[in-house]
């Protein structure tokens, strides 16, 4: 499956993504990350391994920003094969609250 998370880091959508990472090799998440975090998510060491293997999809932009949201999504879509697939779930945390859309 193909996820596209807004979340903190350290947030409930990050921890959702670590989980589905670790179930399942083929699922790929791309995240969605404020350009002053980018440093941090590209070098936490829970995720290293998955950005390795391009499961992991560290993309930067403001999620109130319509063109950011938009190319990060079409990463999401198209993943590392670059085949468009579709995105089968959104994860949105605002660190608070999980909301999953399928």
Same mark, same amino acid.
């Given at each position: 499956? +193909?996820?596209? #998370?807004? $979340?903190?880091?350290?947030? =409930?959508?990050?921890?959702? %993504?670590?989980?589905?990472?670790?179930?399942?090799?083929?699922?790929?998440?791309?995240?969605?990350?404020?350009?002053?975090?980018?440093?941090?998510?590209?070098?936490?060491?829970?995720? +290293?391994?998955? #950005?390795? $293997?391009?499961?992991?999809? =560290?993309?930067?932009?403001? %999620?109130?920003?319509?063109?950011?949201?938009?190319?990060?999504?079409?990463?999401?879509?198209?993943?590392?094969?670059?085949?468009?697939?579709?995105?089968?779930?959104?994860?949105?945390?605002?660190?608070?609250?999980?909301?999953?859309?399928?």
């Amino acid at each position: 499956m +193909r996820y596209f #998370i807004l $979340s903190a880091h350290g947030g =409930i959508g990050y921890l959702a %993504a670590l989980r589905i990472l670790a179930q399942d090799p083929q699922d790929v998440c791309t995240f969605l990350v404020p350009f002053n975090e980018s440093e941090t998510w590209k070098s936490d060491p829970q995720l +290293r391994s998955y #950005i390795a $293997s391009k499961t992991a999809l =560290i993309q930067t932009g403001d %999620a109130k920003n319509v063109d950011d949201v938009q190319r990060a999504w079409h990463v999401a879509e198209m993943g590392i094969d670059s085949e468009c697939s579709g995105i089968e779930a959104v994860i949105i945390s605002d660190g608070k609250s999980f909301i999953h859309m399928t």
